[in-house]
């Protein structure tokens, strides 16, 4: 039976997942959800008032790198690893959410976190302890679609794998998945960024596609049931190659033809109904703002 690292909360001093290996990132909308006096894990702004995060992701205060702590009303999504913390003032940057089939797409994955190194014996990487707290990147291709239940929380996730990118290492290593061996950077997600991006490039700007929610241990290396913080040297078991993860899949929508209760989760829906928005006043300053470049850019035909 596969193990899984699911929850922020199982995790030493409370942070979630992160970004191996070591590729550092000037992304400008992913900041640190708080519980307490404690970063637990990652927060991604899809307006300049609405960060979206994972469920198990506690605490409803948030703040950028060097930027003010704000506290906001959370809100948790009833089943899915998603929930949206909704704040009175205006941050300054945010992407915008793709509500699309996002399956088979090449994404960058940005987190906080621990990070690691590449094993001298080419099987995996080990964790660095101490590097939490740093927005990392990396990539991969997210390929496979599913309903997946983990730790209370349903939802429709979008998987990938963390492949080696040795011609002699077992199939299981290359491309567990079977959608394509190693990318260019090709990362993992682990300790340090729950609630992170799942982000893709599109007409020059950042779209979020998904949200980091969980890692699989194919390896059998990991025993979830042990209720004891796992150590970083058991964390370092998480991170061989063949192992896969899930992001949700914020552009799905989540069908249970069950005829007694049946579900319909429509992620971009319940995003859309419960994310703050700015004040009219504050529209109007941005509109007027993109207006202003619009005039320049045609000014300079």
């Known amino acids: 039976m596969k193990g899984l690292l699911a929850l922020a ?23 640190l959800v708080r519980d307490g006096d404690n970063d637990r ?9 609405c960060v979206l995060t994972a469920r198990h992701v506690p605490g409803n205060r948030f703040h950028l790198p060097g930027g003010e702590m704000r506290t906001g009303v959370r809100i948790n999504h009833p089943r899915a ?4 913390i909704n704040f009175d003032v205006d941050f300054a940057n945010f992407v915008e959410p793709l509500y699309e089939n996002n399956l088979n797409r090449n994404v960058t994955l940005a987190g906080f976190g621990l990070t690691g190194v590449r094993r001298d014996n080419g099987t995996g990487f080990n964790l660095t302890a101490n590097t939490f707290g740093t927005l990392r990147q990396g990539r991969n291709r997210l390929g496979r679609r599913a309903d997946v239940t983990v730790n209370g929380a349903r939802f429709l996730g979008l998987q990938f794998d963390l492949d080696s990118g040795r011609a002699e290492d077992p199939p299981a290593r290359r491309d567990r998945l079977g959608d394509g061996e190693a990318l260019d950077g090709e990362a993992a997600i682990a300790s340090g960024d729950s609630g992170g ?28 049931a042990d209720p004891r913080n796992p150590t970083i040297a058991e964390l370092n078991n998480l991170f061989d190659f063949g192992d896969t993860a899930w992001v949700v899949d914020i552009g799905g929508v989540l069908r249970d033809p069950d005829p007694v209760n ?13 994310c703050a928005v700015p004040e009219p006043g504050s529209m109007a300053a941005l509109g007027l703002g993109l207006s202003a470049l619009v005039a320049r850019r045609r000014r300079r035909r």
């Open 262 to 274: 049946p579900i319909v989760d429509d992620y971009g829906a319940w995003i859309r109904a419960n």
């Open 41 to 49: 894990g990652s927060g991604v702004l899809i307006t300049p008032r």
């Open 9 to 31: 909360g199982i995790v030493s001093c409370g942070v979630a997942f992160a970004i191996v290996p070591d590729v550092g990132s000037d992304i400008n909308f992913i900041g």
């Open 81 to 84: 690893d998603l929930a949206i």
């Open 197 to 224: 991006a799942a982000l893709i490039r599109q007409n020059d700007r950042w779209r979020l596609v998904g949200i980091n929610s969980f890692q699989v241990d194919e390896n059998n290396n990991y025993n979830p």
